[in-house]
């Protein structure tokens, strides 16, 4: 049995309920988002989803239907636009303090610690570049060296050990800081 009478076509009632509830949606969505245009958007997008389920969705609750999904995109799209914030403001930060350190140390550490990785005994060299220049797995480098992946966590943690011992001889600290004498 048909949602539709006879003389009705899916796309004349779809049609019919389009022209009347599209215009308050989009209001509805303003007001939420504070933005026409983005608005817009997302009741355009709740359409096609409706016209894709309209079969399922009974004339009695298509209204209430497509105000829910309005709302829950409208929500959704304000969550991102908060992560997005959130992220843009970490950003800033980052960046702030980037400024406000000298790039100088920075590169003087990042040449301290490559200096110091070039110089581990093999394997253990050779598997740090494998994971951390190359960016395998260690799984990868396993295969690849043809030892276990516990083998290679071993050199990964030996390497990070020696790392770690030798920029804090050298003067680095591991919060990237030059150690007061």
């Known amino acids: 049995m048909s949602l539709f009478h006879k003389k009705d076509t899916k796309r004349e009632v779809f049609g019919q309920m389009f022209t009347e509830l599209y215009p308050r949606l989009v209001r509805y969505a303003t007001q939420l988002l504070g933005d026409g245009e983005e608005a817009r958007d997302i009741v355009g997008s709740v359409m096609e989803q409706a016209w894709k389920q309209f079969e399922k969705l009974g004339p009695e609750n298509r209204g209430a239907w497509l105000y829910t999904a309005a709302r829950n995109a409208c929500l959704n799209r304000l969550k991102h636009l908060q ?12 960046t702030r303090m980037d400024v406000a350190t000298d790039y100088r140390e920075h590169e003087r550490l990042l040449q301290q610690a490559e200096s110091i990785a070039r110089n581990l005994p093999e394997p253990t060299c050779t598997v740090l570049r494998l994971c951390y220049y190359e960016h395998k797995t260690y799984r990868e480098a396993a295969e690849q060296l043809g030892i276990s992946p516990d083998t290679v966590k071993k050199h990964i943690s030996k390497a990070l050990r020696t790392l770690r011992e030798a920029m804090t001889l050298k003067g ?8 007061r004498k």
């Open 83 to 94: 992560v997005e914030a959130t992220n843009l403001e970490a950003l800033r930060e980052a």
């Open 172 to 179: 680095g600290t591991d919060d990237g800081r030059e150690k």
